[in-house]
T-cell receptor
Framework: DQQVKQNSPSLSVQEGRISILNCDYT??????FLWYKKYPAEGPTFLIS?????DKNEDGRFTVFLNKSAKHLSLHIVPSQPGDSAVYFC????????????FGGGTRLMVKP | DGGITQSPKYLFRKEGQNVTLSCEQN?????MYWYRQDPGQGLRLIYY???????QKGDIAEGYSVSREKKESFPLTVTSAQKNPTAFYLC?????????FGPGTRLTVL
């Protein structure tokens, strides 16, 4: 029973267009959400996060939206660039569980020039 | 430069042998974690340590062991009891909600 799911294993987008990566969760106790970016044979790097008290957080080309009632979050990348091609993981954390991270299975984003 | 180092980058092991993966951090973080990533899958938690001399099993601890004698170091031993050890292993440390990852070690069992 996966508590965090990324239902799209891959996504292909044209350079300059918007990339939308989705993530669903089941545990209503999650109170903080993070997105990580991972290149092959490297460790994930932190991208952007959002607290459950917010519904949107923006950082440059990256925006994360949180819909608590639907238990859904999404990462928008605008405009998409070829260097954005990587695997993106969403992760969820629960303060009362010691801030452990539960990861989704990842979405491979390919941005075509 | 603050960060997390993992060594070696690539590791080959014969079946039946134990092997230890190194993880060192100079970020002064109390909490450290070990994850395993298999092709096309997410990160699964093996072991974690919230403080020196204390560690807890994660979701897939069987066949693995750890120690946390120093704040900076959290080595992972893959024992011969681990039935499918070939994978990419990631170490992380945490401050607040955010975890910082090392570059990973790819272990291949021959």
């Amino acid at each position: 029973d996966q508590q965090v799911k990324q239902n799209s294993p891959s996504l292909s987008v044209q350079e300059g267009r918007i990339s939308i990566l989705n993530c669903d969760y089941t545990n209503s106790m999650f109170d903080y959400f993070l997105w990580y970016k991972k290149y092959p044979a490297e460790g994930p790097t932190f991208l952007i996060s959002i607290s459950s008290i917010k519904d949107k957080n923006e950082d440059g080309r990256f925006t994360v939206f949180l819909n608590k009632s639907a238990k859904h979050l999404s990462l928008h990348i605008v405009p998409s660039q070829p260097g954005d091609s990587a695997v993106y993981f969403c992760a969820a954390s629960e303060y009362n569980a010691g801030n452990m991270l539960t990861f989704g299975g990842g979405t491979r984003l390919m941005v075509k020039p | 430069d603050g960060g997390i180092t993992q060594s070696p980058k690539y590791l080959f092991r014969k079946e039946g042998q134990n092997v230890t993966l190194s993880c060192e951090q100079n970020l002064n973080h109390d909490a450290m974690y070990w994850y395993r990533q298999d092709p096309g899958q997410g990160l699964r938690l093996i072991y974690y340590s919230q403080i020196v001399n204390d560690f807890q099993k994660g979701d897939i601890a069987e066949g693995y062991s750890v120690s946390r004698e120093k704040k900076e170091s959290f080595p992972l031993t893959v024992t011969s009891a681990q039935k499918n050890p070939t994978a990419f292993y990631l170490c992380a440390s945490r401050t607040g909600y955010e975890q910082f990852f090392g570059p990973g070690t790819r272990l291949t069992v021959l």
